[in-house]
């Protein structure tokens, strides 16, 4: 069993800067970030695995950067020129076992999950 527990989040204004952390009970092999707006589905942000590995959606690349810390249990999204579209609940996810052909950016690949941090970013 893996524990996840998010911190972070706010109301900002566009254009400024947040950092959501993540302490986890234990680091798993795939770890990730994904965010919701209530109606619409969960929608993976980025990924990264133990060897360091990253992927991203396309609407967050050079904006958002996605890191892990061994040391600290900890996995970090880093999210910079923030848009009122980015506004939504974002949720920690982990995977342990060997992924295979399954997309790091889709919520079925992930087992564990933390119950989320809201970010709302206004005009």
């Known amino acids: 069993q893996v524990r996840l527990v998010e911190s972070g989040g706010g109301s900002v204004q566009a254009g400024v800067s947040l950092r959501l952390s993540c302490a986890a009970s234990t680091l798993s092999t795939y770890m990730a970030w994904f965010r919701q707006v209530p109606g619409k589905e969960r929608e993976g942000v980025a990924a990264?695995?133990?060897?360091?590995?990253?992927t991203y959606a396309d609407s967050v690349k050079g904006r958002f950067t996605i890191s892990r810390d061994s040391a600290k249990n900890t996995l970090d999204l880093q999210m910079n020129t923030l848009k009122p579209e980015d506004t939504a609940m974002y949720y920690c996810?982990?995977?342990?076992?060997?992924?295979?052909?399954?997309?790091?950016?889709?919520?079925?690949?992930?087992?564990?999950w933390g119950q989320g941090t809201q970010v709302t970013v206004s005009s």
């Open positions: 990264i695995d133990n060897g360091g590995s990253t």
């Open positions: 996810a982990a995977r342990q076992w060997w992924l295979g052909s399954a997309s790091r950016l889709s919520s079925s690949t992930y087992n564990y």
